[in-house]
């Protein structure tokens, strides 16, 4: 299943930033893991991989490959599934690959998803098949991603709770792993960053349930850090003028805001996970105000004062 997980990923990487539609011919000679030695195997393994694509909730289509519409190619389509473009030029995105290379951190290079997230790495030279690399948490994703392609149910440790998950999709964000489903017990949609679920396993029979019809994975989770956990409170913050359009600008459609006449803003936010919020509101120092729920108001303060 790593050997599946490794394909996949490269595939998606090669689709997202291919920028045009690519064939089966130009996909098994240039995606790491489909070097079978005949046409037969690679034929079986693609259509397994494209079937399993599909199944994760990812946009995979056809579309012709040139005017004359005779070849047809593969597309994923980045904005059906990818992060918002932040609008970089080709000469941004080649220095943030250029940093990226020269930059060591621990002993380790990074990675280049973060790139692909960016909009792309710039062309390279080099022919060489595209490869991914799945971190520290390839186990953990291996179980996850056969668990979600079969409908198995998943059980997990999350905060010193046990929890038990129907699982629709997986999705790279923000230089995370993210897995969304159905929890079992409320039946409500919840999402989990990977690498802070301990003992995943799945258990009982396969196809245990079916996938919403119409689900994306791209739209299953949420937008901002702070919207992705087991929490729900309704944050209400005041932000001074002079941060009031940053703040604007990062707020989520799920956010109700009040402009007012001396250009600050009020903002009632929803938050789902207390400490990346609070990690986000503290970016504005001194210019944002919580004003409630107290609660949530007495936890930053602590955590300002070093109390948490």
Do not use: C
């Amino acid at each position: 299943m790593h050997r599946v997980l490794e394909r996949i990923i490269n595939l998606l990487a090669f689709l997202l930033t291919a920028g045009r539609p690519v064939t089966a011919e130009e996909i098994r000679y240039q995606v790491a893991g489909y070097d079978q030695e005949g046409d037969d195997a690679f034929r079986r393994t693609f259509e397994r991989d494209k079937d399993l694509i599909r199944r994760l909730g990812i946009p995979l289509t056809m579309h012709p490959t040139d005017q004359w519409e005779v070849e047809q190619g593969y597309v994923v389509v980045p904005d059906e599934y990818g992060l918002e473009d932040p609008g970089l030029t080709d000469d941004e995105r080649s220095a943030l690959w250029a940093a990226a290379q020269i930059v060591r951190m621990g002993g380790t290079g990074t990675g280049a998803e973060a790139i692909f997230k960016l909009g792309g790495a710039p062309a390279q030279a080099s022919n060489e098949p595209l490869a991914a690399d799945l971190g520290a948490d390839a186990g953990t994703l291996a179980v996850l991603f056969e668990s979600v392609t079969t409908r198995r149910t998943i059980r997990f440790s999350h905060r010193d709770s046990t929890r038990r998950l129907r699982p629709f999709g997986l999705v790279h964000r923000r230089g995370h792993w993210y897995v969304a489903g159905e929890d079992a017990e409320s039946g409500a949609q919840r999402s989990f960053r990977v690498d802070r679920l301990a003992d995943v396993t799945a258990f009982g029979p396969e196809n245990a349930f079916e996938r919403p019809e119409g689900f994306r994975a791209s739209e299953a989770f949420a937008s901002r850090p702070w919207e992705a956990g087991p929490d729900d409170i309704r944050a209400v913050v005041h932000f001074d003028a002079p941060v009031a359009w940053w703040a604007r600008r990062q707020l989520s459609e799920g956010s109700d805001s009040d402009d007012h006449s001396d250009g600050s803003l009020t903002a009632t936010i929803p938050v789902a996970h207390v400490d990346a919020f609070i990690g986000w509101l503290i970016g504005f120092e001194d210019q944002a105000e919580i004003v409630a729920p107290a609660d949530l108001r007495r936890r930053f303060l602590a955590h300002v004062a070093g109390d948490s």
